[in-house]
């Protein structure tokens, strides 16, 4: 899984379960695997959990990424279980001997590392420098990600994916877009603490697709207070909007209004979550086009350019193949349908 | 409600229940006045509804714009019955007769008019120029815009506001920026069709992100196969993320990960639903910042910035006040604790 060189823009998620848990994380990442998920993170807080890595990466179709904080320790048991990449901020391990050691480890596998820096986590001296008017956010997190930076490159070690992120959005974009300017290395692009499901998605939204249509960015993050499964199906849309990644199970549908006569967000979330089903089991398909539409006023004309269409008329649908209508069909049977042409197709 | 000339970009959203409704109409509408939003549509198939329309104006906290397909006189009794804009495509009306007394009956009211295209409604002309190559989807929607938008001016009716949606975002930027290059008019910018909640959201996110940070974009409607509570609440979390609204309700929450030892996710989400209630009660409060924290790594450094925040522990949190530790909440007490900070800051 390239990051960076031209490879295209890969997302990944991080962990919510413990990470001892190795039947838990296997099962994780399974989920995520098959919701497209490219790389696949955990937190490392200690030697036991090195382990619990190396356990799940023999069976892991994803790549693993082990996040170290502080311990050096972790990172070069992670390294020795397996570990495909690490996130480590270099300046927070404690000193040049422990930089050389995991650097020299990780050169020898051949894994990455990725600096990840924010603002919680800001270093003293540029934390009091912002304090005192003497620098913005964007400036401090770009020379705080670059600190440490500086500390592989004097070893020597120069495969490094960069990330500085900020809670909102407007910074976030202005921070990426320095890092762009000053620094060669593939970005690892997110917003942290992005909140909840439905205010995260739109500014994790907002935020990666502004830089993303910029071309900055190698790997995205969608960093939710939701499940890993919710931030992969984020990532992948956002890829999926900006044509980076081919468009995945999701459907045209439209909003409903006081024309619609069916009750159409329940018929097209439950058309997307079987196509999704599908989809999983066969990964490599390209899958028709589905539409789901309320009314007469659009319908028939988006219907024409779908391989599948349902448009909705009083409590039932007329059901569209390759734009020509072959029938009406019920709610109660209007999934069952669209998804035995789906299978054909 | 005034759309363009310097005024602050608005949220619209369309009823989905029954035209005919005035009970449903005007419960939906106080709903979403409460959630934020500043125009509300309804469609207007038949003279009757246009007389709901009315009934309903008379104490609808939002300005109301009438949908009209086809039928002027649908329009002209809308217009009579008190609506506040329309939303109608002259080239649609059966000739120039009907066009201009629909644009005098709006001028005698100062009634503004919104010209909304979309693929699915192609004149049949540019749709056979699309159909054989000789235009793009942007260049065919554009000209159909500024096609209808003649039909008013040449009655000398220039209070428009113009529309041309695509369901794709890579299109609808196009197409945005076409129009935002070829005419002079206020922008009402949407994705159509968009989907169901997850990637219409993303969708919208996307496209309205962007093109609203290149400044292009007087009013938006995100359109979902979801209820209009929901678009409102995704309208005005895109234009919090742009600093274009003062930030909300909205809390910031970290990603959940293998470190968090209490259930974030049930308790962000309670947190900001209190928000939500506690500023639709008191609207012109300025709401303090809220942040609810899962781990000690990134907690503490973001609580700093929070008036009230929950940094979590095991089982447990610590409540912070203006960036002090004021004593720990177990879970169950998460909620009220904060809430009740919140009513006194």
Redesign the interface.
């Known amino acids: 899984m390239p990051v960076g060189g031209g490879a295209p823009v890969s997302v990944q998620t991080?962990?919510?379960?413990?990470?001892h848990d190795a039947a838990g994380l296997s099962a994780q990442i399974a989920r995520c695997a098959a919701l497209g998920c490219d790389l696949y993170r955990?937190?490392v807080?200690d030697l036991a959990?090195a382990q619990t890595l190396g356990a799940v990466r023999r069976t892991s179709p994803l790549p693993l990424i082990a996040?170290i904080?502080f311990d050096y320790r972790c990172a070069l048991a992670a390294i020795e279980a397996g570990a495909d990449a690490l996130r480590l901020n270099p300046g927070n391990i404690g000193g040049r001997d422990r930089v050389q050691a995991v650097a020299r480890a990780a050169r020898a596998k051949r894994v990455p590392i990725r600096i990840g820096v924010?603002?919680?986590?800001?270093e003293k001296g540029l934390r009091a420098d912002l304090e005192a008017g003497r620098t913005t956010v964007p400036e401090a997190l770009c020379a705080s990600a670059l600190g440490h930076l500086k500390l592989l490159e004097d070893e020597g070690f120069r495969d490094v994916v960069l990330s500085a992120k900020a809670?909102?959005?407007?910074t976030t974009?202005a921070t990426y877009r320095l890092l762009a300017e000053r620094s060669d290395c593939p970005l690892h692009v997110g917003v942290?603490?992005?909140?909840?499901?439905?205010?995260?998605?739109?500014?994790n939204?907002?935020?990666l697709?502004?830089l993303l249509?910029e071309g900055i960015g190698e790997t995205i993050r969608v960093?939710?207070?939701?499940?890993p499964e919710?931030?992969v199906?984020?990532g992948m849309?956002?890829l999926?909007?900006?044509?980076l990644k081919p468009r995945g199970p999701?459907?045209?549908?439209?909003?409903?209004?006081?024309?619609?006569k069916v009750d159409?967000?329940r018929v097209?979330?439950a058309v997307?979550t079987a196509l999704e089903a599908y989809a999983a089991k066969a990964p490599r398909k390209v899958l028709p086009k589905v539409?789901?539409?309320g009314c007469v006023?659009?319908?028939?004309?988006?219907a024409k350019?779908a391989d599948v269409a349902l448009c909705g008329g009083a409590g039932e649908f007329v059901l569209f193949v390759k734009g020509e209508p072959v029938g009406k069909v019920s709610e109660a049977d209007a999934v069952r349908k669209v998804m035995e042409y789906v299978a054909v197709l």
């Open positions: 991080m962990a919510n379960v413990d990470p955990l937190t807080p959990a996040d904080h924010n603002l919680g986590s800001l809670s909102d959005v407007e974009i942290t603490e992005a909140g909840t499901f439905l205010p995260g998605t739109v500014r939204s907002v935020a697709g502004i249509a960093s939710l207070t939701a499940e919710k931030e199906r984020v849309e956002i999926r909007a900006l044509g999701a459907i045209t549908s439209c909003p409903t209004c006081g024309r619609t159409l967000p097209a979330t997307e539409a789901v539409m006023v659009n319908g028939p004309g988006e350019g």
